[in-house]
């Protein structure tokens, strides 16, 4: 670990911090172009940038195949996209936050006839303390890893087949928090102290190297996949904190931070933007590219985590 460390230390770019902080006050580029037709599958669709995005892929023609935890609001989200722009909108009620329900929606979503042209893993939660899923595992790092990890997954076959697709992930500067990287022998979070911002930030960081993984399955098969932050937007994320969170985030970060549609609009853009074409295995704050921090795209430790990630999910077996 220590290795690693020094060897990250060496490698940080303050030109590549600056120009984060540069890209924070930029807006996402605009497409124009229309989505009739096309499938998109959005997995938290029921509000934030999951719910703006919808709306938006729908304004323009797109069908949506949405993968949500209630059913109450998954049915309220159909009528209105299906009322309002006369798109189908169907969904699939699965809690991201367990193996097995995570293993059967992605095998539904492996065994559609219908293509998925855009894949959108958009849910997402923060929590200030170490909660455990129903595995055992940690909260944060399996719906915002292992979750996306096993869809893509799964999906690997039926995207290849189709020879165009393109899966986008929902990231974040904040794997910029994991500054000395993370750690492959404490995943789990039972060797560390831990802490809300550090287990975000390693969860997110492992997103980033499982990306250039799998962007090494998708080559020249016309499937792409990338990771955007969405920009500083307002959310419901958090809600599961105590209140003393809740009323800092209501009072102080709520009343600075912008609309979840500029996120739309990136998401957007990378999903339909003939711009985006062939570009894959990339970063970007929004709309534009940047280079992850060092722990990010360590192509040892991404071959690492990929192989324990195979041992935690035990997914070789479970797809044979």
Same mark, same amino acid.
């Given at each position: 670990?220590?290795?690693?460390?020094?060897?990250?230390?060496?490698?940080?770019?303050?030109?590549?911090?600056?120009?984060?902080?540069?890209?924070?006050?930029?807006?996402?580029?605009? @497409?124009?172009?229309? @989505?009739?037709?096309? #499938?998109?599958?959005?997995?938290?669709?029921?509000?934030?940038?999951?719910?703006?995005?919808?709306?938006?892929?729908?304004?323009?023609?797109?069908?949506? #195949?949405?993968?949500?935890?209630?059913?109450?609001?998954?049915?309220?989200?159909? $009528?209105?996209?299906?009322?309002?722009?006369?798109?189908?909108?169907?969904?699939?009620?699965? &809690?991201?936050?367990?193996?097995?329900?995570?293993?059967?929606?992605?095998?539904?979503?492996?065994? $559609?006839?219908?293509?998925? &042209?855009?894949?959108?893993?958009?849910?997402?939660?923060? $929590?200030?303390?170490?909660?455990?899923?129903?595995?055992?595992?940690?909260?944060?790092?399996?719906? =915002?890893?292992?979750?996306?990890?096993?869809?893509?997954?799964?999906?690997?076959?039926?995207?290849?087949?189709?020879?165009?697709?393109?899966?986008?992930?929902?990231?974040?500067?904040?794997?910029?928090?994991?500054?000395?990287?993370?750690?492959?022998?404490?995943?789990?979070?039972?060797?560390?102290?831990?802490?809300?911002?550090?287990?975000?930030?390693?969860?997110?960081?492992?997103? $980033? #190297?499982?990306?250039?993984?799998?962007?090494?399955?998708?080559?020249?098969?016309?499937?792409?996949?990338?990771?955007? =932050?969405?920009?500083?937007?307002?959310?419901?994320?958090?809600?599961?904190?105590?209140?003393?969170?809740?009323?800092?985030?209501?009072?102080?970060?709520?009343?600075?931070?912008?609309?979840?549609?500029?996120?739309?609009?990136?998401?957007?853009? #990378?999903?339909?933007?003939?711009?985006?074409?062939?570009?894959?295995?990339?970063?970007?704050?929004?709309?534009?590219?940047?280079?992850?921090?060092?722990?990010?795209? &360590?192509?040892?430790?991404?071959?690492?985590?990929?192989?324990?990630?195979?041992?935690?999910? &035990?997914?070789?077996?479970?797809?044979?």
């Amino acid at each position: 670990m220590r290795k690693k460390t020094a060897q990250y230390i060496r490698e940080y770019q303050w030109s590549n911090v600056f120009a984060m902080i540069r890209n924070n006050r930029k807006d996402p580029e605009i @497409c124009h172009d229309d @989505c009739k037709d096309k #499938l998109v599958v959005i997995t938290g669709a029921t509000s934030g940038i999951g719910y703006a995005t919808a709306r938006k892929y729908a304004s323009k023609g797109a069908n949506l #195949l949405c993968i949500n935890r209630n059913i109450e609001k998954s049915e309220r989200l159909r $009528l209105e996209i299906e009322n309002e722009f006369g798109v189908q909108c169907g969904y699939k009620i699965a &809690d991201l936050m367990n193996l097995n329900e995570v293993f059967r929606v992605s095998g539904e979503l492996a065994r $559609l006839e219908t293509p998925i &042209d855009v894949m959108i893993h958009n849910a997402g939660v923060y $929590l200030t303390k170490r909660e455990l899923s129903p595995d055992g595992l940690e909260k944060i790092f399996v719906i =915002h890893y292992l979750s996306s990890f096993i869809m893509n997954y799964l999906l690997i076959d039926k995207l290849k087949a189709q020879e165009k697709s393109r899966i986008i992930m929902v990231g974040s500067e904040g794997h910029r928090f994991a500054v000395w990287g993370i750690r492959l022998d404490d995943l789990n979070w039972e060797k560390r102290r831990y802490s809300g911002l550090k287990g975000y930030g390693s969860a997110k960081t492992a997103q $980033l #190297l499982s990306m250039m993984i799998f962007d090494e399955y998708f080559k020249n098969t016309g499937v792409t996949i990338n990771t955007m =932050h969405p920009g500083a937007v307002k959310t419901e994320t958090g809600q599961e904190n105590g209140p003393v969170y809740r009323w800092f985030k209501r009072n102080f970060f709520d009343k600075i931070l912008k609309s979840p549609e500029i996120s739309a609009e990136a998401l957007y853009y #990378l999903g339909v933007s003939e711009e985006m074409d062939g570009l894959s295995g990339k970063f970007f704050n929004l709309t534009t590219g940047e280079e992850p921090a060092p722990p990010a795209i &360590d192509m040892e430790v991404a071959r690492e985590l990929w192989e324990e990630t195979m041992k935690i999910t &035990d997914i070789r077996e479970k797809v044979r």
